[in-house]
């Protein structure tokens, strides 16, 4: 159980009227509704809200190559703050990727034209892991950071930004698969035949995200946000064994930081009892959970996020209303933050987040 001493003051509450909130309570709706405030209206942002779906993303990514966006801060920047200008949503995420940690680990990493993430050299031998660079982020990462402090500076006060990182499991899944990992025989090869090494690479990723993840809030990170996208391929029982344990080193790591830790598995509905276990203080669920389900099991110390069907965003305008509504209703009961259940569709029409944010912004 967490005992956040301002959640514990919260999350019982009757909704409050802007109007009459205090003047102690941070002014960032997000930052208040990751603490367990309930918002009239929830905050919001969208997973992938920087990207393809939008026309102004398209134009600059036309000019710039993807790794050069994210290693350039001016240019991370300016794809950052695209989507907070035109949506004005309540908390802006660093433009980044979860793989660009691993260059400087030593891993080849490339971004082919219509087909995902490429790494020429994986990980599969216990040579392999040992070779793995251990970093200093404020070292071999300060493009990143730097792009923390501008955008920072850049966006209002009371828009949070989120850093994130990929989770151990999940960015091994990339690591030893060397490129999209589905359907995994060669992770879960390591994983069942050579477990010596792959706790030794799960371990050595997670000192790197907890150091990473530190950085970035000490550049000026509001909440920190870690994606283990692949993790629900693990039944309940080892999902314990194998990932928590390096889950919970990275979130006892960050405690001390007192800001949001959000913790995020595409495919977990039946790890929503785990995700409790690993310290994190922001649930993101995706689209197959069910918001009342895992306030009940998660209970009210942790807000939840998300969690409304990217494809919901496809259809016309009474789904999108009915669906968002839907989502904000059964988001109420406690602290919630508004998000997709996975990223943005790059075919998203822009019309259909405007009526998603019309819809959600309604008192
Ligand atoms: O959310 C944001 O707007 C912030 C930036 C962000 C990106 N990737 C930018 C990106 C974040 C938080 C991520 C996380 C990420 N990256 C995850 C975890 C979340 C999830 O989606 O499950 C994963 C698994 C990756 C790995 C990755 N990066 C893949 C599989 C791909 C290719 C698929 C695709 O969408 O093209 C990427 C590329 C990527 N990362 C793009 C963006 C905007 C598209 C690159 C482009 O502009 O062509």
Request: proline content about 7%; charged content about 20%.
């Amino acid at each position: 159980m967490l005992s956040n001493p301002d959640r514990a003051q919260t999350s019982s509450s009757p909704v409050i009227p802007p109007s009459m909130q205090s003047s102690s309570s941070p002014a960032s709706s997000y930052l208040r509704a990751a603490r367990g405030e309930k918002l009239a209206v929830p905050p919001v942002w969208l997973m992938r809200q920087a990207g393809r779906y939008l026309p102004e993303y398209l134009e600059f990514r036309a000019k710039h190559d993807f790794l050069e966006v994210c290693n350039v801060p001016e240019l991370a920047c300016e794809a950052t703050l695209q989507p907070i200008r035109r949506f004005r949503f309540d908390a802006a995420i660093l433009f980044s990727d979860i793989l660009v940690p691993l260059v400087p680990m030593g891993i080849d990493l490339s971004f082919g034209k219509g087909h995902g993430p490429q790494i020429a050299n994986p990980v599969r031998t216990v040579e392999d892991v040992t070779k793995l660079r251990n970093i200093e982020p404020r070292e071999s990462l300060g493009n990143v950071l730097n792009a923390i402090r501008m955008i920072r500076a850049e966006l209002p006060r009371q828009t949070a930004l989120i850093g994130f990182c990929g989770a151990p499991f999940t960015l091994s899944a990339y690591m030893v698969e060397g490129g999209k990992p589905d359907p995994f025989a060669n992770l879960k090869r390591m994983m069942y035949a050579d477990r010596h090494t792959f706790d030794a690479l799960l371990n050595k990723l997670a000192d790197m995200v907890a150091s990473y993840l530190t950085a970035m809030v000490e550049a000026g990170a509001d909440a920190i946000q870690l994606f283990d996208t692949w993790s629900g391929i693990l039944p309940d029982w080892e999902f314990r064994v194998v990932n928590l344990p390096v889950l919970q080193k990275i979130f006892a790591a960050l405690k001390p930081l007192n800001v949001p830790l959000t913790y995020f598995i595409h495919g977990g509905a039946h790890l929503v009892g785990a995700m409790k276990d690993t310290g994190c203080t922001v649930a993101s669920l995706d689209w197959r959970v069910s918001i009342p389900e895992a306030r009940r099991v998660l209970g009210d110390n942790i807000t939840l996020q998300g969690n409304l069907d990217a494809t919901v965003l496809l259809a016309d305008e009474q789904t999108i209303r009915r669906e968002t509504r839907r989502v904000k209703e059964e988001g109420r009961t406690g602290g919630h933050i508004f998000n997709l259940g996975h990223g943005i569709l790059p075919i998203t029409p822009i019309a259909s987040v405007e009526i998603m944010l019309d819809e959600l912004r309604k008192n």
